[in-house]
Nanobody
């Protein structure tokens, strides 16, 4: 059974860097055709796709993001990370990591196509 678990600070000050880690168990992040994704839901809004890192280590960031986060990975720990620099209160949201097979959720912009998702972690950006 694949499980994803987000971890990171719940409160970040404006202009600081937000770093969230997703730890994957029950499967390898290097297995072919998996796209390890970050999505978020701001309060009162719909899901927003942030980006992913592929099984081969190639990152992709949604062009809709005004900021340019990075999504590195650590294959020795079977983890991938979301790094969002110079955050503003607009980054306040419930953040999820998720697994997408064959990029189905991204291609169809259908979050039900993520086959596994973490429980989510609330991040608040406030001074």
């Amino acid at each position: 059974q694949v499980q994803l678990q987000e971890s990171g600070p719940g409160l970040v000050k404006p202009s600081q860097t937000l770093s969230l880690t997703c730890t994957v168990s029950g499967g390898s992040i290097t297995t072919t055709n998996y796209y390890w994704s970050w999505i978020r839901q701001p309060p009162g809004k719909g899901l927003e796709y942030i980006g992913y890192i592929t099984y081969s280590g190639s990152p992709y960031i949604s062009p809709a993001l005004k900021s340019r986060p990075s999504i590195p990975r650590d294959t020795s720990k079977n983890q991938f990370t979301l790094q969002l620099r110079t955050v503003t209160p607009e980054a306040t949201a419930l953040y999820y990591c998720a697994r997408d097979t064959d990029r189905a959720a991204w291609a169809n912009h259908d979050p039900s196509r993520f086959d596994y998702r973490g429980q989510g972690t609330q991040v608040t950006v406030s001074s």
